[in-house]
Each structure stands twice: as C-alpha cells, then as structure tokens.
C-alpha cells in the first residue's frame, strides 16, 4: 500500500504543475476554444496516462479487471440516482435564478469542455477505474470508498490554491466535491461499470455549469 500512496502523492504533484501550466498557456497564449482543449489535453495526458499504466501494471489485484470496467450494466438504482441529480440541480438552478436559466455563452470561460465532459471522462478512469478498484480488493466497500473519495477532494486541492480560492470558498468546495466522491464510489461498487459513474459526473458538472 506505501506504493499505491506513493503513487498517488506523484499523481497530485503533478497535476499541481499541470494545473500551472494550463494557467500560463490559457493566460499568455490560447482563449475560447484552444484554452478549452488545452486543459483538457493536459488533464488527459496526466490522469488518464497514470490511470492507465497503474491499471495495466495492477490489472490481477484489481477488483474488477481493466477489460470489464466499461460496460453496459446500468440497474434500476443507476437511473434512481440520475433522476435525483437531475432534480436537484434544477432545484439549485429556480433557487438561484428564480426561474428557468441557461448561461448565454458557456464557451466564453474557456472551461466548458473540459469541465462537463473531460472532468467526467477523466477523472472516473482514474478514481473510480484505478483507486477506487484497487482499494476494494484490500478493504469493504465503506473503507474503500472513503478513502478513494479523500482522494479525489485531495487532488482538487491544486486548484483551489492556485485560484486563490477564500477560506469560505475552499469550505464549500469541499462540501459539494466529497459527496459526490462518495457517490460516483458507491454507484461504482453497485454497477461495477464506469460508464454510470461517468454519466452522473458529466451530468452533475453540465448542470453546474450551465445552469447554476
């Protein structure tokens, strides 16, 4: 386990000079479009280039095999949770905005891409698809899936910082990002698939970013 956490730790180290090097591509060189696929490309190359070696290198002591982790196995309790985030950000959104509400140019910011389908894409490979997977073999699925929920809060942690983000402001992140940590955990031990993991994560992050 001191390799898997070591390996972790290079993972979040790296993803912290990644993160600068997206703020000093996007601030000096790229906008729009480019600044999108740019971070998105760097996200990709970091995360999913570990996920997948470490998936490779670990493939028999996962709990399910690298071949099995995109399937199409989607039980009733997947779409339970589906309809629940769907509910609920329309909730936050007549909350916010009294009423119904889309933002004009999502495309603007730079992030609409990389944030509602990389982030998702990304990020569900390497929790859910490595740590997640790896840890279920070694602890029960409540152990597992706290730790591999911290996991995922800490590797949001760079860019907290690196935003300059308020005591506050780092408060609430942690509020929204460790739940659903635990749930894209919870919903990959029920399903044993990534693709519903995946789904709610781009689900969840689209309806963050265009309508609350």
């Known amino acids: ?44 190359v970091i995360m999913v280039g570990l996920g997948a070696i470490w998936i490779n290198q670990t493939n028999d002591q996962l709990w399910v095999k690298k071949r099995k982790l995109y399937n199409g196995n989607f039980p009733k309790i997947f779409w339970i949770v589906l309809a629940m985030f769907i ?13 119904f509400y889309i933002q004009a140019n999502p495309f603007k910011s730079g992030e609409f891409i990389s944030v509602t389908l990389g982030a998702g894409l990304v990020e569900e490979f390497l929790f859910r698809g490595f740590f997640m997977n790896f840890l279920m073999n070694r602890y029960g699925i ?32 942690i509020a929204n990002v460790l739940p ?18 995946t789904i709610l994560h781009c689900v969840w992050d689209t309806g963050v970013t265009l309508f609350i």
Not at 24 to 38: E, K, P, V
Not at 87 to 99: D, E, N, P, S, T
Not at 157 to 164: A, C, D, V
């Open 142 to 173: 409540v152990t597992a899936n706290i730790i591999q929920a911290c996991l995922f809060q800490i590797s949001h942690f760079p860019l907290y910082y690196l935003e300059g983000l308020t005591m506050t402001a780092w408060l609430v992140s």
């Open 1 to 44: 386990m001191t390799t898997f956490y070591l390996s972790y730790g290079f993972m979040v180290v790296l993803w912290f000079f990644g993160r600068e090097l997206i703020n000093f591509i996007n601030h000096q060189y790229t906008t729009g479009m480019a600044s999108d696929l740019t971070s998105l490309a760097i996200k990709a």
């Open 87 to 99: 509910g609920y950000l329309f909730f936050l959104m007549f909350g916010a905005h009294h009423g």
């Open 180 to 197: 659903l940590g635990l749930i894209f955990g919870w919903i990959f031990y029920r399903t044993k698939n990534l693709w519903a993991g």
